[in-house]
């Protein structure tokens, strides 16, 4: 059977891949599956309650999902082109990861749509997949030759590392596979050694309930340890990213400010209407902006400036309740839980009243 150049068939048709486009084709059926993997991870709850490809491992894993496809083809989107962002940040202004400084997903999604309009001019049949639950964007990445799985978990290839997002296109058509490579990590460690929390401490698996990234995301009481160790993030962690090697090369930019730090102060007072406009990008729990007004109550909590006692003070009280809980660790980690008798004396939350009686003493 003649298999068809997808690079040719590109040409032919003026579609022009922008540079921070690569793609992959895997011949199907691939007899591939990570339902077992996925079904795993769940089961030793590494997972943390996440739902996404998690809801249901046994299509979201499967590999040969449609009779009728016969190539798969991967696209990968490289979203920092070797252009970091200073990690430094002033006093009261907290971090977003790299990954979702910006919906990068759009980019993606609009190169995939000129495929599907081509695709669908010539009549081929597909099924696109990008960011979605029902399947786990992984599966074809490595044996399309576009790299391998790190010990991070991240998709990693070289010259671009960890930094790219994924999306999957079945075809009817049988378009010309490429080549499978054999890239390891090696001896490397670096993202299990820079995990600030020991998320990554198994070879290959991440486990949910340390990272940082998991539980800015999360609905869940965040805990204390936890809180400590988000530092000033506001959303996402970039650590794993940062310290990946194949990630890094000797042309990278940082800038020397981060655009995308966040005036932690302004994101609590914020309403939430427009909270959930600015970041319409973001995952947020039932889309209740007060998850992100927690994150940014632990973030200046954590990296507070002269000014958030004060501020904590004003507005306590006119925050509703789950936010309050922790303004009074943010009193306690900036050590004046002991100077704020008069604001719980007008406080009528029993549990609210608990919280605070319970960090009192973790002072003495
Ligand atoms: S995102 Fe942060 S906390 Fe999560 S595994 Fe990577 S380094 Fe660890
Ligand atoms: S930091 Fe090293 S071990 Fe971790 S994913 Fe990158 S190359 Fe692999």
Sequence with gaps: MKHINLNNLLTENLLILPKEVRLGVVSLPSGLSFSDKIEKIKKQNKHANMKFTFSNPSYSGKADKFEWANSAIIFTYDYKQNKHNSNLSSNGFGKIAAFAEQDYYEPLKKITSEFENLFSRLNYKFHTFIDNPNHYDRTFFEISGLGWQGKSTMMLSPGIGPWQLLGTMYSDQHF?????????????????????????????????????????????????????????????????????????????????????????????????????????????????????????????????????????????????????????????????????????????????????????????
């Excluded at 994150?295 to 925050?319: D, G, M, V, W």
């Design 176 to 364: 010309e596979p490429t080549e499978s490579k054999n890239y390891s990590c090696g001896e490397c460690n670096l993202c299990q050694i820079s995990c600030p929390t020991g998320a990554l401490d198994e070879d290959y698996i991440l486990d949910s309930n340390k990272c940082l990234s998991y539980w800015l995301q999360s609905p869940e009481t965040i805990p204390y340890d936890i809180r400590t160790a988000l530092g000033n993030r506001f959303y996402g962690c970039d650590e794993c990213l940062i310290s990946c090697p194949p990630g890094q090369n000797k042309n990278i930019t940082i800038s020397k400010i981060n655009s995308h730090d966040v005036d932690l102060e302004k994101i609590i007072i914020s309403t939430n209407e427009d909270l959930l406009e600015k970041y319409n990008w973001f995952y947020i729990p039932k889309r209740n902006a007060n998850y992100l007004k927690r994150n940014a109550i632990i973030a200046l909590s954590n990296n507070p400036n002269h000014k958030t006692y004060k501020f904590y003070l004003e507005i306590y009280k006119i925050l509703p309740d789950e936010l309050k809980n922790y303004i009074l660790w943010g009193f306690w980690k900036l050590g004046k839980i002991n100077e704020i008798n008069s604001l719980m004396d007008k406080e009528n939350s029993h549990d609210l009243k608990l919280e605070y009686e319970k960090l009192k003493s973790m002072t003495s």
